[in-house]
Every structure is written in C-alpha cells, then in structure tokens.
C-alpha cells in the first residue's frame, strides 16, 4: 500500500519560513518524480515544484521561484518543500505527489497559513 504522509505545516507570519516533509512508503521511491501541489479555497490545485527522480532537474511555479527549493532524500524515501519568504497568498493546502509513467499517487496534504 502506497502512503504519502505530509508534515510541516502550520501558522507563520509573513516573511517566515516553513519547511514541509513528505515520507513515502510502499513504493520504489528513487523510480519516481516528486512533486508539491497547492490548493487555496476556491481555486484549483496547482502545481508549486517538482523534482525528477534522480532530483537532477527541478520545476517551480513562477510565483514561487526564489523563495522555495525542493529536495530529495532517496536513502530516506522523503522530499522537502522549503519555503522562505512567505506571503499571504502562500496560504494553501500543500499535497505532496508521487509520479512515474504508469502511476500516480497523492498525499492528504497539510495546511499553510501565512498570517499577521
């Protein structure tokens, strides 16, 4: 049974920082690219950064470019959202996202509040 469990979240005023953890299991983890997704009420999910599985190549949403950095840890089957810099509209359901070319898995995801 595949599991993506996400930790991390919470309340930070802005321009703090936070860093989100996804542990995977039941998966052959290096063999899949990891991705962060975002969804804020009434809006759709959309895609915050990714990493290939070999973590060679990263993606990021332009609104996030600069201030978040993806990684991986394959010894540990885990990836990381580091966030700095953060801004109100960075509030938002985080899901972690697991991927290769015949499946695709998500997690329950975890909440980020960036709030005075």
């Known amino acids: 049974q595949v599991q993506l469990v996400e930790s991390g979240g919470g309340l930070v005023q802005p321009g703090g920082s936070l860093r989100l953890s996804c542990a995977a299991s039941g998966l052959s983890f290096s063999s899949y690219a990891m991705g962060w997704y975002r969804q804020a009420p009434g809006k759709e999910r959309e895609l915050v950064a990714a990493?290939?599985?070999?973590?060679?190549?990263?993606n990021y949403a332009d609104s996030v470019k600069g201030r978040f950095t993806i990684s991986r840890d394959n010894a540990k089957n885990t990836v990381y959202l580091q966030m700095n810099s953060l801004k109100p509209e960075d509030t938002a359901v985080y899901y972690c996202?697991?991927?290769?070319?015949?499946?695709?898995?998500w997690g329950q995801g975890t909440q980020v509040t960036v709030s005075s």
């Open positions: 996202n697991a991927r290769n070319l015949c499946w695709n898995y």
């Open positions: 990493l290939t599985s070999g973590g060679g190549s990263t």
